[in-house]
Each structure stands twice: as structure tokens, then as C-alpha cells.
């Protein structure tokens, strides 16, 4: 899209972790930079953190659990700091568990807020990118979203959609000058998931890779300048992997549990008590 100076971003989830990293690598490009997420003083603190560098920036709190907040956010995002030019769909909840062991309210929350709301947030700000002629969606994904590991089923159904999602919005919005990415990292070092699991003693290795939420920040500061369809940051060369998935998914399957994964998602589950 255009300079990306002095236009305004929203960034969701933006408590801990990556959010506020991405929040933080968009200012530095002169972005004004709005921030949501649940938890107040956590919000307050990266909306401090990023005026302390110079941004102009501001915190909307809002429970992305709750659907029918995601059309008030928009708007008391618009009204204090202006139209949004760039959306950066990051919040996400996951519940690492055999499917059966979760319930009914924990699988509808976690397609409420992976999915549902990054798909209401869009709808909302699409029309006015279109009308201004500039804009840019972000879905942030996951690894799991392009290969399902053991006991991650809703998790991984839900990356999956955004992959999806953002594929058939490029192709119906092709000859505008909206665009749209979606971010695949894979296990990022002392964030989310990957970070209780280390707690548990689990490593990543060659073959999976691990990155950081900085180069996750920087490559969907990447994606919005050159309009990328897909990115994969992971910290290991996966595509030749993903590509064997797709063509070989039996073959796929035992390497799979060769490197793994499966096994160690299984621990992390019994840890829990959440094995079945």
C-alpha cells in the first residue's frame, strides 16, 4: 500500500506477546497505532510504551469473546484517531486438549475469537478502505493452520479458516487497491503456546524450527509494504515440508511423528489433565 506514515493501525490482542511487538514495529514506520485487547493496565502500559518513542497512539479495551463488541471497537477507534488503514487481526486463544475433553463453550470461544472476530473486525473497516482507495488486512495464523497437530483440532481448524479466508478475499478484492496477508509463524521463542511448553521442558528442533515475535513483526511490516498473499516464520525452511504434506499426506503424517510433535502435544496435554 502506500507510505505507511502518518496512516493509522488497529492492532487486536495487543496485551502481551506479539502483539504489542507488531504494534510497536508499525509505529516505528510512523504509523499512528491503536492498540485493543481484555486486560486494561497491560493495554495502558504498550499505549505508554509506544507514545514513549514518539507514536501517537491509544488503547481501546475490548473482549474479542463478545462479537457484538467488535462493531463499537471499530468505531471508538475511528472516532479518536480516524479512518483504519491497516488491521492487524493478531488476538487468538488456544486449548491445547484431547477434542473430546474440551467442551462444548470451550470449542464455540475459541471460533469466536480466532475467526469470528477477525471476519466481523474486516467486514467493519472494509468498506471505508475501498471508499479511501488504500488499506490492509492482516490475519496472523499459525503453523498449525497449515499442518494439524495432535490434540490443537479447534485451534488448528481456525488457522486453517483465516489461510482461507484471506485467499478468497485477495481473489474477490484483486482489482482493488485493498490488500490482505496471512502470517503463519511457527513456534515463537517465550510467547503463547510454545512458552508454556518449554516450561514443561519441550524444545523445538532443526526440522520445526523456532523464531521471534521481532521477526514476526517485522515480516508483516514486510507483508503490508509489498502486499503479500502468505508468509511462513517459523526459523526452519518448512515450505519443501508443507509442500510434501500436500502431495504426500500419509508420508507426511510419519514424519510428522518422527520429528515429534504429536508426542510432545500429547505431554503438554497430560500435564494438564486434559488428555482424555
Known sequence: MEPLRGRVALVTGATGGLGPVIARALAGEGMDVVVTGRRVDALDATAAALRA???????????LADLDATGALIERAERTFGPIDVLVNNAGVDNVAAFT??????????????????????????????????GHVVFISSMAGKYGPAFCGPYAATK??????AQSLRAEYAQSPVGFTVVCPGFIGGDGMYQRMSEQGFRSNRVIGETTTGKVAD??????RRDLPEVIESGAPVRPLLSLAASAPRLAEWLAARVGVNGEFRRFSEVRGRAG
Do not use: C, F, W
Open 53 to 63: 518513542t514518539g507514536a501517537r497512539a491509544g488503547s481501546v479495551p475490548a473482549d
Open 101 to 134: 475433553v474440551l467442551t462444548p463453550d470451550e470449542l464455540t470461544a475459541m471460533v469466536d475469537v480466532n475467526l469470528s472476530a477477525p471476519m466481523l473486525l474486516t467486514r467493519h473497516v472494509l468498506p471505508g478502505m475501498l471508499a479511501r482507495g488504500r
Open 160 to 165: 486453517a479458516a483465516l489461510i482461507g479466508l
Open 219 to 224: 515480516k508483516v511490516v514486510t507483508a503490508i
